[in-house]
């Protein structure tokens, strides 16, 4: 062997048991028995999980002209801090720019993160106009490896052409492609933010009214509708609400191929935090919501009806968060999640009994890897699969400083928390990458993530 893991305690797929790890040429080969390898770790006292997947961050500019939002990190610091994090896949949201199509910006992206990315990764086209040569190219992006797009329902150019994307997800669905969706109502967006700068009310306290709970239900109904009626395997992001996860409830209890997905800060945060001097710093899209809300999701997280737990991570300074010009409607949306994710949801999740560590091995990995076509390579622990592992210490507490953190922002919205539960060591397909807060692993070592089409899990 070339690498063997000693006495941890391996959960996955419905294992939890101590067993040795062998693992040679970068794949798990050998689970429990006598082994002998040219490195051991010993991981006694520690879980032995499945590396974590994150199948939504941004780590690409979403556009190039002026006015464009450009996120603090890229490819080499998005994919350091993940490694840290215990991240061992990530898959990012590629944006066509002025003129290109899906597959134009595509190639961009995927050569941007095969010369930069420590962990490997894979890579969402995002469908921006439906035309008829975009919607006949779902079925060769497909083919070629990259079976899912991203469509924003929040963007006012959807309505003008939601015959397009109704037709993107047929499309869709017959390529075997997950269609992942932003779900929040555009025309309700622009009437509530307009009538809040009308009425000046433009601090960050008004930020959750720019984008009530009410767009947010209403265009995941939609989305809903949409599953039923095209049949296409379909992804809501970011899901904050417990109106909107109702929706999504209902429609996977027909039997509709609907996924959820919501981020930590639903879990963690709640909206009052908008009213704090720095409440800026908080704003996503949607917004932070109520406790009724957070409750619901973890109920949702712990039942199976929340998918995953991904970051959209999309970080800025807090100076760019914090910009006085900005009114509530205006505030920069997206924070630096890929390095507390998985401790912060042990930390308030397994070790408070929420959930257990097969659900949090399930929503950070094992979930991920089914919908978006990578498993078995990736989301469990088999004999055959990458040696993407993470040795982890439930007992380790660390106060989280995002100011000496692997992600360009310099901060964390989880500053001064005390968290118990982090990654020991992070190893990707037999490296290891990451001891403690230390990376080791190079850029460019990260391999674009090989993917089958949409398989019903």
């Not at 009213?275 to 973890?298: S, V």
């Not at 308030?348 to 950070?364: H, K, L, W």
């Not at 699969?385 to 901060?411: F, K």
């Not at 990376?439 to 674009?448: D, E, I, K, L, Q």
Request: aromatic share 6%; charged share 20%.
């Amino acid at each position: 062997m070339d690498l063997v893991i000693r006495n941890g305690t391996v959960v996955t797929g419905g294992l939890e048991a101590v067993l040795d790890v062998g693992v040679a040429d970068g794949r798990i080969v050998q689970l429990g028995g006598a082994m002998g390898g040219d490195d051991e770790l010993d991981a006694t006292g520690r879980y032995v999980l499945p590396g974590g997947i994150d199948a939504h961050v941004h780590l690409t500019a979403p556009g190039s002209g002026p006015g464009s939002w450009r996120w603090v990190d890229d490819f080499e610091s998005g994919t350091r801090a993940a490694a840290a994090g215990g991240i061992t896949c990530i898959g990012n949201m590629s944006f066509p720019q002025g003129g290109e199509s899906m597959a134009d910006g595509l190639a961009r992206d995927v050569a941007d993160a095969e010369a930069n990315a420590i962990v490997d990764h894979f890579q969402h086209p995002v469908l921006m106009d439906p035309s008829g040569d975009e919607v006949a190219a779902i079925d060769d992006l497909a083919a070629s490896g990259h079976p899912s797009i991203k469509v924003f329902l929040s963007f006012r150019r959807f309505d003008r052409h939601v015959d397009g994307y109704l037709a993107a997800m047929g499309a869709a669905a017959e390529a075997g492609s997950v269609v992942a969706v932003h779900c929040e109502d555009p025309a309700i967006l622009h009437c509530c933010g307009t009538a809040l700068t009308e009425a000046g009310h433009t601090g960050a306290e008004h930020f959750p009214e720019s984008r009530p709970v009410e767009a947010e239900r209403i265009a995941t109904e939609r989305a809903v509708g949409y599953c039923a009626t095209t049949g296409a395997a379909t992804y809501v992001v970011h899901l904050s609400s417990a109106a909107a996860l109702a929706a999504c409830r209902a429609g996977r209890s027909r039997g509709l191929p609907l996924y959820v997905e919501t981020r930590p800060i639903y879990l963690h945060l709640e909206r009052s935090r908008f009213a704090e001097p720095d409440g800026a710093k908080y704003a996503g899209a949607p917004p932070l919501r109520t406790d009724a809300d957070r409750d619901a999701l973890w109920a949702g997280v712990a039942d199976g009806t929340v998918s995953t737990v991904c970051t959209d991570h999309a970080p800025w300074t807090l100076d760019d968060k914090l910009d006085p010009s900005l009114t509530a409607a205006e505030l920069r949306h997206g924070m630096a999640e890929l390095e507390t994710m998985l401790p912060v949801l042990w930390s308030e999740g397994v070790a408070t009994g929420r959930i257990s560590v097969a659900r949090f091995v399930e929503v950070t990995s094992t979930t991920a890897a089914r919908i978006f076509g990578l498993y078995p390579a990736k989301g469990t622990i088999a004999p055959g699969s990458d040696a993407d592992l993470v040795i982890w210490n439930p007992d380790e507490t660390r106060v989280v400083d995002g100011s000496t953190m692997h992600s360009r922002a310099g901060y964390s919205p989880y500053d001064g928390w005390e968290v118990t539960g982090w990654p020991e060591a992070t190893i990707s397909r037999g490296e290891v990458v990451a001891r403690g807060t230390r990376v080791s692993g190079a850029p460019g070592r990260g391999r674009r993530a090989p993917r089958s089409r949409f398989r019903r899990p």
